[in-house]
């Protein structure tokens, strides 16, 4: 009897623990021919639960398709959490995220919010300019320097050197 946790957790749970140098774990390790490393494999698995890749072969298309929208449910939690403002737009966001892998929960939500910038409402476009006056778009943003002005439904937000106002008249 082995004595390692993975043996004692399967042994509890009536089941048979493969030893290191059994042929189901060589196999795994190996794969099966033609089908690429371990590292390839597992790869294609990623890309298909959060980037929309293709399903691999040997997997069943029902779980991983449930397995990404859980994955995809996090993401949008992950990015509430940095951009409240996208709250009321989950099912909007879980499709745009579908075939999209995740760049971090704050570019996440940029790029969400300037993709869908003509459906957005007050809130959300404010602190879309908010960031936007903030920050530079590009593959790294960064900090502004010069000034800048962003027209959001009513007002306006004015940055400049990275320090941001919202500006709404008084009516």
């Known amino acids: 009897m082995s004595t390692d946790a993975g043996s004692l957790a399967a042994e509890s749970a009536g089941m048979e623990s493969p030893?290191?140098?059994?042929a189901d774990t060589e196999s795994l390790a190996a794969g099966s021919p033609g089908a690429?490393?371990?590292?390839?494999?597992?790869e294609?698995?990623?890309r298909a639960l959060v980037a929309g890749g293709p399903l691999p072969e040997g997997f069943d298309g029902a779980r991983v398709g449930a397995a990404g929208r859980a994955l995809r449910n996090k993401r949008f939690g992950e990015v509430t959490g940095t951009w409240p403002q996208?709250?009321?737009y989950g099912e909007l966001f879980r499709a745009w995220a579908r075939?999209?892998?995740p760049q971090g929960s704050w570019r996440d939500g940029w790029d969400f919010a300037r993709a869908h910038r003509c459906s957005l409402d007050a809130e959300a476009l404010t602190a879309l300019a908010v960031c936007e006056a903030r920050w530079r778009y590009g593959d790294e943003p960064r900090l502004r320097?010069?000034?800048v002005v962003r027209r959001v439904p009513g007002g306006a937000v004015l940055g400049f050197w990275s320090r941001v106002v919202v500006f709404r008249p008084r009516r």
């Open 99 to 101: 075939d999209r892998p």
């Open 145 to 147: 320097r010069g000034p």
């Open 36 to 42: 690429g490393s371990l590292a390839e494999r597992q």
């Open 19 to 22: 030893d290191a140098g059994s």
């Open 86 to 88: 996208l709250l009321p």
């Open 44 to 46: 294609a698995l990623v």
